[in-house]
């Protein structure tokens, strides 16, 4: 084992698919006790970690190729940009409606897939963002949660529809669930 880098907080980290790129998030106290989670780079071809100057609170991040996804609260509402190692300019993909929720994302080549928190329901689903539009995938009264891209093109989740913690596995279009 090599130590590349040490944080604080959720520690969240990506690779990029090259291997070349570790993004991770870090929450330094500030102030003495304040704490808020700020992306980081590490370029393992230099070394050297620098720290990414985007802005907002993270809530979730992904890595595709070279592009950041990231999920970040604005007071009450949450934004999604997109950014490119080297750091270029935001660019706004989504903006949230008031006391939305997106704590956990993955992305596919642009392709978004969220857990997302339905205020009014109050449980959370998992949605693909396509065409500037959330696509409901589940529908359950318990949350679905932690979505992934699976290699076989499928999208993987974690569900307690059953009463009890499993994974599933589904068609990008939310058909053919498995557990």
């Known amino acids: 084992e090599t130590l590349l880098t ?24 500030e102030d003495g006790y304040k704490q808020h989670e700020t992306l980081y780079h590490l370029n393992l071809l230099t070394n050297k ?7 907002g609170r993270i809530r979730a991040f992904d890595l595709d190729q070279n592009n950041i996804y990231r999920v970040i609260q604005v007071n009450e ?7 490119t190692i080297p750091e270029t300019e935001d660019i ?7 006391f939305e929720q997106i704590d956990e994302i993955a992305v596919n080549h642009g392709e978004i897939i969220a857990s997302r928190f339905d205020p009014n329901k109050r ?4 949605y693909r963002f396509k065409n500037q539009i959330w696509l409901s995938l589940t529908n359950d009264q318990m ?14 989740y974690v569900s307690i529809a059953s009463g009890e913690m499993n994974l599933w596995s589904m068609d990008v279009d939310g058909k053919d669930k498995k557990r």
């Open 6 to 29: 040490q944080c604080w907080g959720r520690c969240e980290h990506r690779w990029s698919d090259d291997g070349n790129h570790l993004i991770f998030t870090f929450a330094k106290a």
């Open 49 to 55: 970690i620098s720290k990414l100057q985007l802005s």
């Open 77 to 83: 509402a949450i934004k999604i940009y997109k950014n």
């Open 92 to 98: 706004l993909i989504y903006e949230g409606r008031p």
């Open 123 to 126: 449980c959370s689903d998992i």
């Open 143 to 156: 949350p679905d949660i932690s979505p992934y891209w699976r290699r076989d093109g499928r999208i993987g």
